[in-house]
């Protein structure tokens, strides 16, 4: 016999489908699906495009996170709007994967995750700052061909370093605090917006006086199309042929080809690069017994001993993708049940 309470809870029940959930996200959303008994979240390991937008009809939220771009045309925003739905919720601070404007015409609001763990990132930062500033990878090129002679790689102590960074907000601001800490000689901060709670972190200044001075420059802003290719040929030979350049934030910001070639010609002494444009083509891929990736220059990378390289993992710890998910999908639920998330970015 069936129970007709039951089946009346059913018929009313949230559905949420999550897009492109990866295996450590998984654990995330169990936990918060268990959480809330009266919603239920299905997933999939697939990216949201044109393709697989069908498979959000009969849902009444989405939440999805990935690199690469759901559409070239407006036509997977109508479809959402046609099947009831009137939100995306991000599992990521960027939104580049995302056409805002499409979205809002198609009665789409879009949140984010502005700040799932700015300590995350600013660490990793600091590792390829250390990396860098120590010559880590040039010592450990050595040390594989029993090298052991140190000369030539003597490194600079903090102290004595001018640090530039560029997008002083929550996660720049997190990186001063740590040089600040560390006891760096100078700060310098550049923001489209100089914050004042951040005055005591940074000495704010503009783009031209970081490249001539700073010793180490590091990335924190965000992407959008007035900031592709922000650091190209000509940003490169302002900077000093000793500076250290940090990229942490999102690849399309830095030219790499001229990168590579500032690197190869000696106009910057070295580079940590977490993000870089055109990766969707290799990370989160494996390639083993290839004698070539779909991302050539990345090999050029790869096979310069002044660079430190990781794979977009700046955000990978336990804290921030537990954050990422479940904010994304508190955001979801928010939306769907008539009540405005914090985190809307295209209203």
């Known amino acids: 016999m069936f129970d007709k309470n039951y089946i009346r809870v059913v018929a009313f029940l949230t559905k949420i489908l999550a897009y492109n959930i990866l295996d450590y996200e998984k654990e995330f959303v169990l936990e918060w699906a268990n959480e809330h008994p009266d919603v239920q979240v299905d997933f999939n390991s697939i990216e949201l495009h044109d393709d697989t937008v069908h498979l959000a009809k009969g849902y009444d939220g989405i939440d999805y996170r990935q690199r690469s771009k759901l559409t070239d045309s407006p036509d997977l925003y109508k479809k959402l709007h046609e099947y009831g739905i009137h939100q995306l919720a991000l599992r990521s601070a960027g939104v580049d994967s995302c056409n805002l404007d499409w979205a809002k015409e198609n009665g789409l609001t879009v949140t984010n995750v502005p700040s799932y763990s700015p300590r995350a990132v600013a660490e990793m930062t600091l590792t390829h700052a250390m990396n860098l500033i120590r010559h880590i990878p040039q010592f450990q090129k050595r040390m594989r061909q029993n090298d052991y002679i140190v000369t030539g790689l003597r490194s600079t102590e903090i102290s004595n370093m001018t640090i530039g960074i560029i997008g002083v907000g929550r996660i720049g601001s997190t990186v001063a605090k740590i040089f600040k800490a560390l006891g760096a000689k100078r700060v310098l ?141 508190d955001d979801t639920l928010l939306e769907i049940t008539g009540k405005p998330s914090p985190h809307r970015i295209n209203v």
């Open 189 to 329: 901060g550049n923001d489209i917006k100089e914050n004042d709670d951040y005055r005591d972190l940074v000495e704010y200044t503009t783009k031209e006086d970081i490249y001539k001075n700073a010793d180490l420059i590091t990335m924190h802003t965000y992407m959008s199309d007035d900031n592709y290719h922000m650091i190209s040929t000509d940003q490169f030979k302002q900077m000093k042929n000793t500076a250290l350049f940090v990229n942490c934030s999102r690849g399309p910001i830095v030219d790499t080809d001229a990168l590579v070639k500032a690197l190869e010609t000696g106009e910057i002494a070295g580079a940590g690069i977490d993000v870089i444009q055109d990766e969707t083509k290799i990370f989160n891929q494996s390639f083993p017994g290839a004698k070539e990736i779909p991302l050539p220059v990345y090999t050029k990378l790869m096979n310069m001993e002044n660079v430190f390289l990781t794979p977009h993992v700046a955000f990978y710890t336990d804290h921030a993708v537990k954050n990422m998910v479940k904010q994304s999908l």
